[in-house]
């Protein structure tokens, strides 16, 4: 069975601390993706990698950044969580033939609730 | 870039076909139209998708008029575990567009 694991389902952070979020796949897609999930605004995508040491900004960029160094694991970084971070966010991977292909299946994780205090 | 329109809830009651409307008026001529399904406590998972007409599979219809304006995801003789969240996601090739929309919660009473 095809999986994405993120590495917590909950996190408690403080204002001003430096914050990771671990994504790993295992079905040797070449594309993942981080989202932010708040009530009233769907997802949203932060940013996505369509190779190892790749990425690309989404729709919400400001504030986050990304690792990707080895191709089943995707890393989402705030530098600096704030309070307004506090959001669910969902992990997915997908796969490319020969392109990136954005409407490809996505195969999401559980979440991870971060909340920021 | 294409953005998506879909109605924030939606009631039926078991045993009854349900359709959710997405409307995403910019879309592209690459952009596929894809819907998915999420659970609490679960990350979305794919339901269907479509460029254009008519596609079926065994849990759901997806039509998509000729113009493309807006499809509707339609869920045949729902059942209490089709209570969810819906999704319409609009992407293409490339990677000018991947903009879902907001939600639709459907609660399917008995």
């Known amino acids: 069975d095809v999986k994405v694991t993120q590495s917590s389902r909950y996190l408690v952070k403080r204002t001003g601390e430096k914050v990771f979020l671990e994504c790993v796949q295992d079905?040797?897609?070449?594309?993942m993706f981080w989202y932010r999930q708040d009530p009233g605004l769907g997802l949203r995508l932060i940013y996505f990698s369509y190779d190892v040491k790749m990425k690309e900004k989404g729709d919400i960029p400001e504030g986050y950044s990304v690792s990707r160094e080895k191709k089943e694991r995707f890393s989402l970084i705030l530098e600096s969580a704030s309070t307004n971070q506090t959001s669910m966010y969902l992990c997915?991977?997908?796969?490319?033939?020969?392109?990136?292909?954005?409407?490809?299946?996505?195969?999401f994780g559980p979440g991870t609730r971060l909340t920021v205090l | 870039l294409a953005k998506t329109t879909q109605p924030i809830s939606m009631d039926s009651y078991e045993g009854q076909e349900v359709n959710i409307t997405c409307s995403h008026n910019?879309?592209?001529?690459?952009?596929?139209i894809t819907w998915y399904q999420q659970f609490p406590s679960q990350g979305p998972r794919f339901i269907i998708q479509?460029?254009?007409t008519k596609v079926t599979n065994e849990v759901a219809s997806l039509f998509i008029p000729a113009d493309r304006k807006s499809s509707t995801l339609s869920l045949p003789r729902v059942s209490l575990s089709d209570t969810a969240v819906y999704y319409c996601?609009?992407?293409?090739?490339?990677?000018?567009?991947?903009?879902f929309g907001k939600g639709t919660m459907l609660l399917v009473s008995p």
């Open positions: 997915a991977s997908s796969r490319s033939a020969g392109g990136f292909y954005g409407h490809n299946e996505q195969f």
């Open positions: 079905m040797d897609h070449e594309n």
């Open positions: 996601l609009v992407a293409s090739s490339g990677y000018s567009t991947l903009t």
């Open positions: 479509g460029y254009k």
């Open positions: 910019n879309i592209a001529t690459n952009d596929y």
